[in-house]
């Protein structure tokens, strides 16, 4: 998907690498399934982190969503800045 910076604002909960890894490990197959093509998709923006970076998953506002320009997705932040995110999910 789309690699671009959202703002801080819209970050949501912070996750981990291994907190989707286990999803993908879910006894229902299509909750699995599903969380492995989301690893998939968000390879090229994982490989960029660095072992102080945090993972934030990040969504945009309600407006965004209600006017048919919503995406959500997952976010590097790096010394308290947004440095690289990447949409996985936009209506």
């Known amino acids: 998907m ?3 910076t959202v703002p801080k604002q819209w970050l949501t909960a912070q996750t981990t690498l291994q ?7 879910n006894e229902d197959p299509q909750i699995a399934a599903v969380a492995q093509h989301y690893l998939n998709q968000a390879a090229p923006l994982l490989k960029q982190m660095q ?15 209600e006017s048919n ?7 590097i932040v790096r010394n308290d800045e947004v440095i690289d995110s990447m949409c996985m999910v936009r209506n």
Not at 19 to 25: G, P, Q
Not at 69 to 75: I, K, N
């Open 51 to 65: 072992p102080e970076d945090e993972l934030w998953n990040y969504s945009s506002p309600t407006s965004h969503w």
């Open 19 to 25: 907190e989707i890894m286990a999803t993908c490990n």
């Open 2 to 4: 789309d690699s671009q």
């Open 69 to 75: 320009r919503g995406d959500a997705g997952l976010a």
